[in-house]
């Protein structure tokens, strides 16, 4: 089975400090998604890589997928309290018949 | 505008007592999802639908059966709710298959079980 292993497991930060989260398989990735999740809400999509090598920004936050894709990183500059939250990493196998979640990173940004 | 809705949001019931919970969807994709997301966990694939075609994940218990009557309702039965199925039901919708395209989440059902 494909697991996905984050890093950190939580994560705490003063507003304005930039921070990473990481998302690592010892499987090759297929599509990897990066979601955010409020406490008791459902997910809402971030983006999505599908190339090694791939990087997407929306904003202030940047998703950056290896080569090998087999790792991927979440990047936020000058972290902001809306930015709270869960972040989860998701990817599917090759087939596109089972997706699987990372083990999630909570992100608590200190006015 | 709602894409994914999901009702009712709280959910109690009965221990043994079955349950079904309701997903629709405005976006008219092939694939619905429902996950399973237990307190301070990851949510977990219980199975999909592409279309008419139904997939089970493996480890998914009996308990749970799934019905989609069209295109845009799913439900998810659980036949005798045990303490252990309190959780967030996430359901999602997408085009096609995960790994080409994004997942649609709804608000997710909070289920408890008394």
């Known amino acids: 089975s494909q697991e996905l292993e984050q890093s950190p497991q939580s994560l705490i930060v003063q507003e304005g400090k930039n921070l990473t989260i990481n998302c690592t398989s010892s499987?090759?990735?297929?599509?990897l998604y990066w979601y955010k999740q409020k406490y008791g809400e459902g997910l809402i999509f971030l983006m999505m890589l599908q190339k090694g090598g791939e990087e997407k920004s929306h904003e202030k936050i940047t998703a950056k997928l290896d080569e090998k894709k087999q790792q991927s990183s979440l990047h936020i500059t000058a972290s902001q309290p809306s930015h709270a939250g869960t972040y989860l990493c998701g990817a599917a196998t090759n087939t596109g018949n089972q997706f699987y979640f990372g083990t999630g990173t909570s992100l608590t940004v200190i006015p | 505008d709602a894409m994914v809705i999901q009702n009712p949001r709280y959910q109690v019931t009965q221990f043994g007592k079955p349950v079904t919970l309701s997903c629709s969807q405005t976006?008219?994709?092939?694939?619905m999802y429902w996950y399973q997301q237990k307190s301070s966990q990851a949510p977990k694939l219980l199975f999909h639908y592409y279309d008419k075609d139904f997939n089970n994940e493996a480890d998914t218990p009996d308990n749970f059966q799934s019905r989609r009557p069209n295109t845009s309702f799913c439900f998810l039965d659980i036949r005798s709710p045990g303490l252990g199925d309190a959780a967030m039901y996430l359901c999602?919708?997408?085009?096609?298959?995960?790994?080409?395209?994004?997942?649609?989440f709804g608000p997710g059902t909070r289920l408890t079980v008394t």
């Open positions: 976006l008219n994709h092939n694939v």
């Open positions: 499987k090759t990735l297929y599509g």
């Open positions: 999602a919708t997408s085009e096609g298959l995960a790994g080409a395209y994004e997942q649609y």
